[in-house]
């Protein structure tokens, strides 16, 4: 585990009702929180009373750690999911304009991500090509796959100690420019494998309206443009760094890694697609440079992935799991999968 995370004091605030378990392969990160009490175990009422009574431990726990698994608590279904992100505030624009395609279940749960099976989504924290941003996610596992799917997790503070320290000082001095394309229902992407990866502005802003979509993105402070085939792009300029809600200090926060469309992260096959089929002519769904229209060196953007991957963490799912992660102190992504997986996501505010 961490050096850095220190149990005894959450142990003593905890109580024996519960036990910690720092997830070792994770050095620390998720600690799983489980029930002894037997009416944890099976009485939600229970359940919530005793994570309200405990919300400023196990908020300060989720900094340490950068995340927690609440797992053997009585959560069988989205209801319950629910009822357990209730108290958490929301955020301010919800998921309007993001960048995943995902549908909402019910209430504050949303499908963590329709992206195909195949697909590996690498880390990232959520959200930060926008204005405003959850400071937590809660993920919920109603069915977990076969094989894989794992939403995988990583330490950011481990994370920026390990990149090139030249790299993080260029970012601080040029700055992040994002630049992503939803394209029009009227248009389908030529090949099948890019439809599930483009989204339309649609489903971007909830609405079949154009004027709403403008109106949000204004409200947000995103600029956009409408474009080549009816699609839409939507810009925003960022300092690819935030400052930690409760902590204060200043953090990586941006999507270089996980936005820039390479053979890693999309897969050779993918990429050569984009190619033959956008090409010049056809907006690609993402693009990333430096705030200053600069193109980012594939180089650092490869050196990033080296380290990300030396920090990923992925604990398989179990049914009822419940996670809440710490949204700048931790990245989450997700493995490729097998069978039939429902993870759901809430945002926290
Ligand atoms: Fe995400």
Redesign the pocket.
């Known amino acids: 585990m961490a050096a850095t995370l220190k149990l005894e004091t959450p142990r003593q605030t905890f109580g024996g009702s519960v036990e910690l378990t720092p997830y070792e392969k994770g050095a620390g990160l998720p600690v799983f929180i489980a029930p002894r009490d037997p009416m944890l175990k099976r009485d939600i009422g229970t359940a919530l009373a005793w994570m309200a009574e405990h919300r400023d431990a196990i908020d300060a726990l989720v900094i340490a750690a950068g995340g927690v698994v609440f797992r053997g608590f009585p959560f069988p279904d989205t209801a319950a999911f629910n009822r357990v992100v209730d108290p958490y505030p929301d955020v301010p624009y919800g998921y309007s304009g993001g960048a995943?395609t995902r549908g909402n279940i019910a209430g504050r749960a949303f499908e963590a991500?329709r992206a195909p099976p195949d697909f590996r989504?690498m880390l990232?924290q959520?959200m930060a090509y926008l204005p405003n941003w959850p400071t937590r996610l809660a993920f919920y596992c109603a069915h977990a796959p076969e094989t894989g799917g794992e939403t995988i997790i990583g330490d950011v503070r481990r994370f920026e100690k390990a990149i090139d320290p030249k790299f993080v000082q260029t970012v601080h001095e040029r700055g992040v420019k994002y630049v992503r394309n939803f394209r029009s229902p009227d248009w389908i992407p030529p090949h099948p494998t890019l439809v599930p990866l483009h989204k339309t502005w649609q489903e971007a802003f909830f609405t079949d309206d154009p004027r709403k979509a403008e109106a949000d993105c204004k409200d947000m402070g995103l600029d956009f443009e409408w474009t080549t085939n009816g699609s839409m792009s939507v810009i925003y300029a960022a300092s690819g760094f935030t400052n930690h809600a409760v902590e204060g200090r200043e953090v990586w926060f941006n999507h270089i890694a996980s936005q820039t469309i390479t053979d890693y992260n999309y897969g050779a096959d993918r990429v050569a697609l984009f190619r033959e089929y956008y090409g010049d002519l056809t907006p690609w769904t993402y693009q990333t440079y430096f705030a200053d229209g600069g193109k980012i060196p594939l180089e650092d953007v490869e050196a990033l992935y080296e380290v990300l991957e030396d920090f990923t963490v992925a604990f398989p799912w179990r049914a009822g799991d419940v996670m809440l992660l710490d949204n700048i102190y931790s990245f989450?992504?997700r493995n490729a999968y097998t069978g039939t997986r429902d993870v759901q996501v809430a945002l926290i505010g």
């Open positions: 995943t991500t989504l990232h959520e989450h992504g």
